[in-house]
């Protein structure tokens, strides 16, 4: 079975960073687009980037310039490098995999359990 296992969410100052980290298993990683989903509290749940097979990025306007996703296949681990962190992207995170394409993630079958983020002083 497909799983998905996300760590290293917690509490940050503002300006701080985190490292996010999702164990992926019971498919071929490699060859299939993971990203990275949040959702803040009353809000809907959003795209934040994600990664193909190739190794493309794309990112969701807000976070370009201080988010970087990454991929690692050897390990079959997807990152999430947050930094500048703000009040704004407190939010539970997801990790999400497509298994019908190796570029498109918009609609993933698979998802994490998530890891809580918040970004307070």
């Known amino acids: 079975a497909v799983q998905l296992v996300e760590s290293g969410g917690e509490l940050v100052r503002p300006g701080g960073s985190l490292r996010l980290s999702c164990a992926a298993s019971?498919?071929?990683?490699?060859?299939?687009?993971v990203a990275w989903f949040r959702q803040a509290p009353g809000k809907e749940r959003e795209l934040v980037a994600d990664?193909?097979?190739?190794?493309?990025?794309a990112y969701t306007y807000s976070v370009r310039g201080r988010f970087t996703i990454s991929r690692d296949n050897a390990k079959n681990t997807l990152y999430l490098q947050m930094n500048s962190l703000q009040p704004e992207d407190t939010a539970m995170y997801y990790c999400?995999?497509?298994?019908?394409?190796?570029?498109?993630?918009?609609?993933?079958?698979?998802w994490g359990q998530g890891t809580q983020v918040t970004v307070s002083s």
């Open positions: 990664i193909s097979a190739s190794g493309s990025t």
């Open positions: 999400a995999a497509n298994t019908r394409s190796d570029s498109v993630c918009l609609f993933p079958n698979f």
């Open positions: 019971g498919y071929t990683y490699s060859s299939y687009c």
